[in-house]
């Protein structure tokens, strides 16, 4: 069964380096999302995209958050000056579709983010 | 805005007692409706999900949730559970924009 696949599995970083999360959506999918959850707490939406554009976005994904689909593959979050505050784990997910009975997401394995 | 509550907070139960887990959402129009898993050091998994039609859905290792539309709902059941249930449970609205999930309900099963 295809999936979504994420690296790295952890990333660990010093605050206000930049950290580029990479995924791999399912091949055919043409909706793409990152979520968050900080360790205890809830998944948080954070951005989609589509068409090689955001479509919608949290008050979470301020600027120094940036989403791009470099190729064919590849979906990638970039975290330009990381701050303790954003250690969690980072989730990728993909859809088909925009909705209906394809409307499941499937989620990456998700990249722990460890901001020292 | 659309917000999703779950009911508890950490659920423990012995095996073979069988599980409810509560889900409410807020949000006057057509939703989907998911159950997601979250085993220890995993990633989310999909456990069932509801579109339309029969509102009593089985998913996967026996799981079922009913979506009740008069009372926002759609609560998580297993008749018995088994030790390897130990996990988060999240429940999520989708009103086909993005996913909203709760909070989560961790669920510890005593061997």
């Known amino acids: 069964e295809p999936e979504v696949t994420q690296t790295p599995s952890h990333q660990v970083t010093q605050m206000g380096q930049e950290v580029i999360l990479r995924c791999v959506p399912i091949?055919?999918?043409?909706?793409f999302y990152w979520y968050r959850q900080i360790l205890g707490q809830k998944v948080e939406f954070l951005v989609s995209f589509y068409n090689n554009e955001i479509s919608e976005k949290s008050e979470i994904f301020d600027d120094q958050f940036s989403v791009e689909r470099p190729d064919g593959s590849n979906f990638t979050l970039k975290i330009r000056s990381t701050k303790l505050e954003d250690s969690a784990m980072y989730f990728c997910?993909?859809?088909?579709?925009?909705?209906?009975?394809?409307?499941?997401?499937?989620f990456g394995p998700g990249t722990r983010l460890t901001v020292l | 805005a659309q917000s999703v509550s779950q009911h508890n907070h950490h659920v423990i139960l012995s095996e073979a007692a069988s599980l409810e887990l509560g889900c409410n959402y807020s949000?006057?129009?057509?939703?989907?409706l998911f159950w997601y898993v979250q085993y220890p050091g995993q990633h989310l998994q999909l456990l069932l999900k509801y579109f339309s039609g029969d509102p009593l859905v089985k998913g996967i290792k026996g799981f079922e949730a009913e979506f009740i539309k008069s009372k926002f709902s759609f609560n998580l059941r297993k008749p018995s559970v088994q030790w390897s249930d130990t996990a988060e449970y999240f429940c999520?609205?989708?009103?086909?924009?993005?996913?909203?999930f709760g909070p989560g309900t961790r669920l510890s099963v005593l061997p």
């Open positions: 997910a993909s859809r088909l579709t925009s909705g209906g009975a394809t409307d499941t997401q499937y």
């Open positions: 091949s055919n999918h043409l909706y």
């Open positions: 999520a609205v989708n009103n086909g924009q993005n996913f909203v």
């Open positions: 949000y006057g129009g057509t939703v989907n």
